[in-house]
């Protein structure tokens, strides 16, 4: 079961957290896996590991939310079987205190990047008579987190998109789904956590791990093995989903 042999698949922002998991994970179960990232240092260590275990694996630095580095790049991969639009940025902000500056560079990479590898994608998909998308929202999208009003408002166009997106395709044998993670421990949370709370640090890493009821934050691992199930044959009856995983958070708070 879950075999991903003789597929093809890309990860955006595969270099770090939650997608160097599911890149290595692709690979470990037979995809040829091809790493989009900002920088070619940004994606080697991921790159590495894949390649050190005897994966097959690939590179590119490219930024998806600029548009015609995202075409040049798809076009270069080819015909692909599988998409993972999980590139994002975080930002803490309520909305009096968003600056336009700050949601725009939100919206340029969680909502516009994800739009342009959508764009980029379906030729290449179509080559492929079909495949899988699976697009990275956020449980921000269904409850909106405090003080993230940009993050929240660009996880909600990511789970529209992906509703879009599985109608529009599904005559054309391409399944899209999203999953939406709560808190997972990544260089993402470490990074905003640092960022944003000096000198707080391990107060602000407990308060969001026991924001899960279940006590804990999630593992990148944990992402991935939900993003390999829902991008293998065996998910094929599923389409114009999201999923969360998250301790509990929607349902069990309060
Ligand atoms: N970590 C969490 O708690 C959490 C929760 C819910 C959703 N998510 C979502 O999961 C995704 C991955 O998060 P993570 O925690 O693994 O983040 P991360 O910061 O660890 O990794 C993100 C990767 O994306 C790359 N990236 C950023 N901007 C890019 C751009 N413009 N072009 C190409 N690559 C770019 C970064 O270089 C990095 O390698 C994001 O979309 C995030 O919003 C994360």
Not at 98 to 114: C, E, H, L, Q, S
Not at 115 to 122: P, R, T
Request: charged share 20%; proline share 3%.
């Amino acid at each position: 079961m879950f075999s991903l042999k003789n597929k093809k698949a890309v990860v955006t922002g595969g270099g770090s957290g939650i997608g160097r998991a599911i890149a290595t994970l692709f690979a470990k179960q037979g995809a040829e896996v091809h790493i989009i990232d900002l920088t070619i240092e940004s994606a080697k260590e991921a790159l590495d590991e894949i390649l050190n275990s005897g994966g097959k694996a690939f590179s590119y630095a490219c930024n998806v939310a600029n548009q015609e580095e995202v075409v040049a790049t798809f076009e270069k991969i080819g015909n692909i079987n599988i998409l993972i639009n999980n590139a994002g940025i975080a930002h803490v902000g309520k909305v009096d205190t968003t600056p336009a500056v700050d949601f725009d560079r939100v919206m340029d990479v969680n909502v516009k990047g994800v739009y342009n590898c959508l764009f980029a994608a379906i030729p290449q998909f179509r080559l492929s008579n079909g495949g899988v998308i699976i697009n990275m929202a956020s449980i921000a999208a269904w409850v909106g987190i405090p003080d993230r009003f940009a993050y929240s408002t660009a996880k909600g166009a990511v789970m529209a998109m992906t509703l879009s997106v599985a109608k529009d395709y599904i005559g054309e044998n391409i399944r899209c789904n999203s999953i939406s993670p709560a808190r997972v421990h990544t260089p993402f949370v470490d990074g905003f956590i640092s960022k944003n709370y000096a000198g707080k640090e391990a107060e602000m890493f407990e308060k969001l791990s026991q924001s899960q009821p279940i006590g804990r934050m999630g593992k990148p691992d944990e992402i991935a093995a939900l993003a390999l199930y829902l991008c293998s044959d065996e998910a094929g009856f599923i389409t114009g989903c999201d999923y969360p995983i998250d301790g509990g958070f929607i349902k069990l708070n309060n």
